[in-house]
């Protein structure tokens, strides 16, 4: 069993930055890809990055520019940089494992205007 725990999320004001840390414990034997996810209310939860663990990234339009995922393969861990933050950012930040299905239990994100 593979178990997922988000961290960094808080609250801040518009143009700031915020660190955000996912880290992946238990019956580990390999892991993939890792992403970012986010969810905000009334809306569909959303992928916000994705890197491979040969380094390869992925994100999505709306964050290209602002975010920067990057992962630790020893330590089983990503990361999420979040600067320039917009309240649309606001959402609940899940992390993804593969090829494990599992989630964590989030971390709230609030920018304000």
């Known amino acids: 069993q593979v178990q997922v725990v988000e961290s960094g999320g808080g609250l801040v004001q518009a143009g700031g930055s915020l660190t955000l840390s996912c880290a992946a414990s238990g019956s580990i034997v390999s892991i993939n890809t890792m992403g970012w996810y986010r969810q905000a209310p009334g809306k569909q939860r959303e992928l916000v990055a994705t890197i491979t663990r040969g380094g390869s990234t992925t994100y999505a339009d709306s964050v290209k520019g602002r975010f920067t995922i990057s992962r630790d393969n020893a330590k089983n861990t990503i990361v999420l940089k979040m600067n320039s933050l917009k309240p649309e950012d606001t959402a609940v930040y899940y992390c993804?494992?593969?090829?494990?299905?599992?989630w964590g239990q989030g971390t709230q994100v609030t920018v304000s205007s």
């Open positions: 993804k494992v593969l090829p494990y299905n599992t």
